[in-house]
């Protein structure tokens, strides 16, 4: 499967959007300043992450997490060769249109 986050912009789906959440996960587990900045916000304790892995909202929490802190979603993209605008959609896919977003 290509990666949408490096071509232009395409709807996300539910396989694409788990794939992207799941390499923020990742990301942040190799970030561990990070992960304790997302356990410490979203309340969730770390041996829960488990048995969260395939929840939607959970999901949408891991793309709202970037989302929230401009810094956090740059330097995401950067190391992980995907547009800003993927991570949008993505999270606007998992979150509902009513959800606000800075970008």
Known sequence: MKNPGITKIERPTAESTEELAIKILSWLSAEP??????????????????HMIGEP?????????????????LQFCQDNDVK????????????????????
Do not use: D, K
Not at 35 to 44: D, P, V
Not at 57 to 73: N, V, W
Not at 84 to 103: D, F, I, K, R, Y
């Open 33 to 50: 300043s990070l992960m304790s900045r997302f356990l410490a916000i979203s309340g969730i304790e770390p041996g829960a992450i488990r």
């Open 57 to 73: 909202g959970f999901y949408g929490g891991l793309t709202g997490f970037l989302m929230s802190h401009e810094p956090t979603l």
């Open 84 to 103: 800003v605008e993927w991570v949008q959609a993505c999270h606007h896919h998992l979150t509902g249109p009513n959800e606000s977003m800075w970008l």
